[in-house]
């Protein structure tokens, strides 16, 4: 193991991974510390999904700018990820939501996004596979670039990419201590030994809090449990992800052909407890099967857990924490990580390496949570 | 011709494909099956995962007795969601 580096990063997710990476093109001696394998947390439990269609700014802009970097990244990094842009439906069930959409979609059409509001009679011509008496809904909102990428392959990709570039990834690697002094960082000391640096980031998922509780940081992370599940391979059925907020479900195919999705439980408790239940089973069934009858034929091969890493307002933690130089957040996804991973990255790195500090560091910084007007994401399914 | 032996039949990954992807640094179980989808089809890996941590054990070393095996997951046979959906006992 490496006795010094310029930066370390906490955590092997897509994050971490995709941070590495854009430190080590631009030449920063950087290492990733990863307790488990690579993706092990909740980029290996995720959706698949990349979506544009947000309620708050910050999301809206750090995920349209992010979908113009997926759009080439199979070719940067050199390796398939599975980008692909069928878009993303989203359910309208009602006149409150129809309010809310409007707002959604004018402030995403001021940031350039191409986006739609549909009547009910459109949503077949995009999935015909869908029952719109069953999902009880009065339109839709629709954006075309939404779209799709393979977690884990986009996750390895990056990975392989910073190692080409002179990063160094180590797994089954734990953090036991960070060591500060007089506000800084100093060091960081895993099982595996000790590496000095004064620049650490937290992008360690749900496990975020403890690594910012080692010195002394509170972040506002509540872990809540999240169950998905994957079907067997069919041929193409669909392309565009299907989500609604009012039932919480969302499902899509995937490219090699099965259809994954999730939807909370009535019951749900945060927590870290990780067996699937036997409800989800069902209350997933019932609500797939009613937005798309056909698929009761369709048989279900298994379902897991992932978790989101929930804060306050349903958005991510980013940038250094005042009281404590060189401690870096990029955590707090809510849910949403993968999906806005390449340009979050790609700010941090550029704020690590020159400085620079866009206004969107700023409102998303964990200082934010002092103040009282919180901005909340209302845009979250799962 | 060239033989041929396949690893997982669900997904159609030869033995070639994971000896491959374990010298490209996928030496954790896990990262393989999310490499090259072993154990995701609908023998939820009841045929290759034995036989992928046999090629694991002669590649890296490692005991097959000390590879964690993937997370088995519900319902562990393929039920449709239709029989889900139902309420019927």
């Known amino acids: ?382 | 011709m060239k033989k041929i032996s396949i690893v997982c039949r669900c997904e159609d990954i030869t033995e070639d494909d994971v000896i491959k992807a374990i010298d490209e640094g996928y030496t954790d179980m896990e990262e393989l099956r999310k490499k090259l989808r072993i154990g995701m089809g609908p023998c939820q890996g009841r045929v290759c995962i034995q036989l992928v941590a046999k090629i694991l054990e002669k590649k890296t070393g490692k005991k097959v007795s000390s590879i964690p095996l993937p997370t088995s997951r519900p319902p562990e046979i393929p039920v449709s969601l239709g029989t889900l959906a139902s309420d019927e006992k």
């Open chain 1, 1 to 382: 193991m490496k006795k010094k580096a310029d930066v370390v990063i906490i955590g092997g997710g897509i994050n971490g991974c995709s941070l590495a990476y854009n430190l080590a093109k631009k030449k920063v001696d950087v290492v990733v510390v990863e307790k488990n394998y690579l993706s092990s947390g909740a980029t290996g439990a995720c959706g698949a999904g990349i979506r544009q269609q947000w309620s708050t700014i910050e999301n809206a802009k750090l995920s349209i700018e992010s979908v113009k970097i997926f759009e080439k990244l199979s070719k940067e990094l050199d390796q398939d990820i599975e980008f692909r842009q069928g878009g993303y439906l989203i359910a309208v069930h009602d006149e409150k939501e129809l309010i809310q959409a409007e707002k959604n979609v004018a402030m995403q059409r001021s940031l350039g996004l191409k986006v739609d509001i549909l009547d009910v009679g459109k949503i077949n011509s995009i999935i015909p596979i869908l029952d719109v008496k069953g999902m009880n809904v009065i339109g839709a909102t629709f954006c075309p670039t939404d779209g799709h990428a393979n977690p884990f392959k986009t996750n390895f990709a990056y990975a392989y990419a910073a190692r080409i570039n002179g990063a160094e990834i180590y797994t089954h690697t734990k953090v036991k201590r960070i060591k500060t002094n007089e506000n800084k960082i100093k060091s960081v000391e895993t099982d595996k030994g000790s590496i000095k640096t004064d620049c650490v980031v937290n992008a360690a998922g749900i496990d975020s809090k403890d690594i910012a509780s080692m010195v002394n940081v509170n972040l506002p992370i509540i872990a809540y449990r999240k169950e998905i599940m994957a079907t067997e391979c069919l041929e193409p059925l669909f392309e565009a992800m299907v989500v609604s907020f009012k039932d919480g479900i969302y499902f899509s195919q995937q490219r090699e052909g099965q259809i994954i999705g999730g939807i909370p439980i009535p019951e749900e408790i945060s927590g870290y407890k990780t067996i699937p239940t036997f409800t989800f089973m069902q209350h997933m069934a019932k609500t797939i099967v009613r937005y798309a009858p056909i698929l009761k034929h369709v048989n279900m091969l298994r379902h897991w857990t992932g978790f989101y890493d929930v804060t306050p307002d349903a958005r991510p933690i980013l940038g250094e924490v005042k009281k404590l130089k060189g401690f870096i957040q990029c955590n707090g996804f809510s849910g949403h990580g993968f999906m806005i991973s390449p340009m979050v990255t790609k700010i941090l790195s550029e704020y690590i390496v020159d400085g620079k500090t866009p206004s969107i560091l700023e409102n998303l910084n964990l200082d934010r949570f002092k103040g009282k007007n919180i901005v909340h994401e209302r845009s979250v399914v799962g």
